[in-house]
């Protein structure tokens, strides 16, 4: 059974064959390299993936509740920790002075 690399060697281009790509990508007419302002458009994958950033991001905390408010909540279905976060934030504005 013959060993295969997981992480074959890469072997860089002379300066000659990097000039002979460079030369074969430049004549292409369908391949022409990006410009100074598309370089400067151009956004990180990274910062593209996942959910969108909250403008109210919400903070972890860790809480402990009585099991009947747990029970509760719970037998509402999916969304449970929402809805709760919901009462909550009622309770505070119709207890907040003005």
């Not at 956004?43 to 909250?54: F, N, Q």
């Not at 905390?61 to 009585?66: A, D, H, L």
């Not at 509402?76 to 009462?87: I, K």
């Amino acid at each position: 059974m013959s060993k295969i690399s997981k992480h074959p060697t890469v072997r860089m281009p002379s300066v000659q064959e990097d000039k002979a790509i460079t030369a074969a990508a430049r004549s292409d007419p369908d391949a022409q390299p990006l410009t100074p302002t598309q370089l400067q458009a151009m956004v990180p994958l990274k910062s593209l993936r996942g959910r969108p950033k909250s403008e109210n991001k919400k903070q972890l905390v860790s809480v402990r509740y009585s099991p009947e408010v747990l029970a509760y909540f719970k037998s509402t279905g999916e969304g449970w920790q929402s809805r709760m976060d919901s009462v909550l934030r009622q309770y505070v504005a119709s207890h907040s002075r003005p």
